[in-house]
């Protein structure tokens, strides 16, 4: 017969021999084995102060800003132009100079590279252009030139176009104090360039007109070969005079008025050839006059014309 204190006795026994029940505030710690490492599991349930296992970011150089790191970081003399301003007050700019242009520099060698290679290689053809200078073949004789020889003429004429526009925007700097509308100093002679080309284009297609109506085919071959290579023979002489200016600080005037000298003598030349090529054997020799003043005056006094308006509207007027 089972009394009171036996079954007391029985049932802590049976508190004793039971496992404790873990509460639902507890934390169960499970250890896993694997082949090369063990990894610790924890299980949590409703608890406030809980600590994951996050997997490692990626490094990504593009996050980190190289700028701002550095041995002295967080000290005062760690990069101190960010936190404290320059002293002084900022001088005045150094003006344009085209001697240090690279551009211009760079043109000028190509130029000059290239007249040499293309005069080593026509020596007789410019010989015998300025021996026709002064003593004109008879009309029966038939001067041809070669692909080569015209090229470099034409090379030689845009050359001639790219000296006289360095010329004239060095001499209007001088004269307006640099206040130009266009920052680009390369614009400017880009622009006065364009000018010039466009004059030997329309006065070359000004004479081919008019030749071709009054005279034969002949004269006229005889008159382009001619005007082609005087054209190109003011860019070389006209070369030596922009290369001191640029380069040696001859004033701009005295460039401007020896480019104008040659100019001069170039048309006094086509004056000359003009009426020996044309007039000299006509009944109307004067006529040369009118022909020179409508084909030669005239668009030389145009282009004069609009290099000054094209400056006006380039300078800033105050």
């Given at each position: 017969?089972?009394?009171?204190d036996s079954t007391?006795?029985?049932k802590l ?13 507890t934390?169960?710690?499970?250890r896993?084995?694997n082949?090369?490492?063990q990894?610790d ?11 994951y296992?996050?997997?490692?970011k990626?490094?990504?150089?593009r ?8 041995y002295f ?9 960010l ?10 700019p150094?003006?344009?100079n ?8 760079g ?9 040499m290679i ?9 010989a015998?252009q ?19 020889e ?8 845009v050359q ?10 060095l ?15 390369i614009l ?16 070359n297609l000004?004479?081919t007109i ?13 008159w382009?070969q001619?005007?082609?290579?005087l ?13 001191l ?5 001859l004033?701009?005037?005295y460039?401007?008025i020896?480019a ?5 003598l170039?048309k ?9 090529i044309?007039f ?6 004067m ?6 003043c ?8 145009a282009?004069?014309?609009?290099l ?10 105050f």
């Amino acid at each position: 017969m089972l009394t009171a204190d036996s079954t007391t006795q029985s049932k802590l026994l049976k508190q004793l021999r039971t496992s404790p029940q873990p509460s639902k505030h507890t934390t169960m710690v499970e250890r896993e084995a694997n082949s090369d490492w063990q990894v610790d599991t924890v299980k949590v349930a409703k608890t406030k102060n809980i600590l994951y296992w996050k997997a490692p970011k990626s490094l990504n150089l593009r996050t980190i800003k190289f700028a701002e790191e550095g041995y002295f970081k967080g000290n005062k003399y760690f990069r101190p132009e960010l936190v404290r301003a320059h002293d002084g007050v900022l001088g005045d700019p150094a003006p344009y100079n085209v001697g240090n242009d690279n551009v211009v520099a760079g043109t000028l060698i190509v130029c000059f590279a290239l007249a040499m290679i293309a005069s080593s290689m026509s020596r007789n053809f410019i010989a015998r252009q300025i021996k026709n200078l002064f003593h004109r073949p008879t009309r029966s004789a038939n001067i041809v030139e070669t692909g080569h020889e015209v090229r470099f003429q034409a090379f030689l004429v845009v050359q001639t176009a790219l000296l006289l526009s360095i010329t004239y925007y060095l001499f209007t700097r001088t004269t307006n104090s640099g206040n130009d509308i266009c920052d680009s100093p390369i614009l400017a002679v880009g622009i006065f360039f364009g000018i010039f080309l466009s004059y030997f284009l329309l006065k070359n297609l000004l004479y081919t007109i008019v030749n071709w109506v009054y005279f034969d085919r002949r004269s006229n071959q005889q008159w382009s070969q001619l005007t082609l290579f005087l054209v190109s023979a003011e860019g070389v002489i006209i070369y030596p005079a922009v290369l001191l200016m640029i380069y040696f600080g001859l004033s701009a005037q005295y460039t401007l008025i020896y480019a104008a000298t040659i100019v001069s003598l170039i048309k006094l030349l086509l004056f000359y050839q003009g009426y020996i090529i044309f007039f000299k054997r006509t009944a109307v020799s004067m006529q040369i006059i009118l022909y020179f003043c409508t084909l030669e005056l005239m668009p030389l006094m145009a282009l004069v014309g609009i290099l000054v308006y094209t400056n006006n509207y380039l300078t800033i007027i105050f």
